[in-house]
């Protein structure tokens, strides 16, 4: 189906372009993970090298991996939404047609139940969203895109390194707005 099929959301953005938010989100979740595993705390380790808290690094790195797995399922979503057949999806990541579409079907069934009903962007209860993470961020970006957007900006602006040539609007300015 394309986009014009599946209806539209209240809201400024297309839905490739609402797709592409979710992905920047995914990938900006994915950053701050990653990003707060790298300092080493000053009493992390015993004065022999030992981990005192054993497992915790492992379970930030379990977090990264998650993180990571939603942002590969939201880029997926992001090409089938914005026209790329399962053939295509299946040639990127070297798998068949069948095989990506197995892979990637429910995120994108959820994308689209969360488009077209934002409570359903958290999944039941409000709680389990991609892998079984909690997913308020997918609820608000159904609801609020030009917010969720603008938040996106921000972070992006306060992460740049040197003079990036972004602008102002890094995110929300580079997504499609409804007609």
Do not use: N
């Amino acid at each position: 189906m394309t986009e014009g099929d599946k209806g539209t959301a209240a809201g400024p953005y297309t839905d490739a372009a609402r797709a592409r938010l979710v992905a920047a989100y995914e990938a900006c979740e994915l950053a701050e993970l990653a990003r707060a595993a790298v300092p080493i705390g000053e009493h992390e380790l015993h004065p022999d090298g030992t981990v005192r808290s054993p497992g915790s690094v492992l379970a930030d790195a379990a977090r990264v991996l998650r993180a990571a797995q939603r942002f590969f399922e939201a880029a997926a979503v992001f090409e089938r939404v914005g026209g790329a057949d399962w053939e295509r999806v299946g040639d990127v990541l070297g798998v068949p047609a069948h095989s990506a579409r197995a892979r990637f079907t429910t995120a994108e069934d959820r994308f689209w139940r969360g488009v077209h009903s934002p409570a359903e962007a958290t999944g039941r209860a409000g709680r389990a969203g991609s892998l079984g993470e909690v997913s308020w961020w997918r609820a608000y970006m159904a609801r609020e895109p030009l917010e969720a957007a603008l938040d996106l900006d921000d972070w992006v602006l306060r992460h740049q390194d040197g003079d990036s040539g972004l602008g102002s609007a890094p995110v929300s300015g580079g997504l499609a707005r409804k007609r």
